[in-house]
């Protein structure tokens, strides 16, 4: 079973920048692909973003694309969420999961997730 845990969220102004980190418990994670997915209060999960276990693969949801950059770490065990231009409505809960296969953008799809941490993002 691989355990995730998420940092980095924080209070930030709009416009601003913050790098959110998510470390896995197992070297397995290398074989795994890793998403990210955020949930703000009232609303469903989202998707944001996916990276295959090579970093060859890589998709974004429609709402941070060109902001948002995702990346990882298989020696480190570790994953990145690079958020720039923050918006207020990228205020949120931010998930880290990982799911088997070569790539993966459905929340159905990943197995195991971390607790989240919060971003939150003052106009």
């Known amino acids: 079973q691989v355990q995730l845990v998420e940092s980095g969220g924080r209070l930030v102004q709009a416009g601003g920048s913050l790098r959110l980190s998510c470390v896995a418990s197992?070297?397995?994670?290398?074989?795994?692909?890793m998403g990210w997915f955020r949930q703000a209060p009232g609303k469903e999960r989202e998707f944001v973003a996916s990276?295959?276990?090579?970093?060859?693969?890589?998709y974004y949801g429609d709402s941070v694309k060109g902001r948002f950059t995702i990346s990882r770490d298989n020696a480190k065990t570790e994953a990145y969420l690079q958020m720039n231009s923050l918006k207020p409505d990228d205020t949120a809960v931010y998930y880290c999961?990982?799911?088997?296969?070569?790539?993966?953008?459905?929340?159905?799809?990943?197995?195991?997730w971390g607790q989240g941490t919060q971003v939150t993002v003052s106009s």
């Open positions: 999961a990982v799911a088997p296969g070569i790539i993966a953008t459905m929340e159905s799809e990943y197995g195991y």
């Open positions: 197992d070297r397995t994670f290398s074989a795994y692909t």
């Open positions: 990276i295959s276990w090579s970093g060859s693969v890589i």
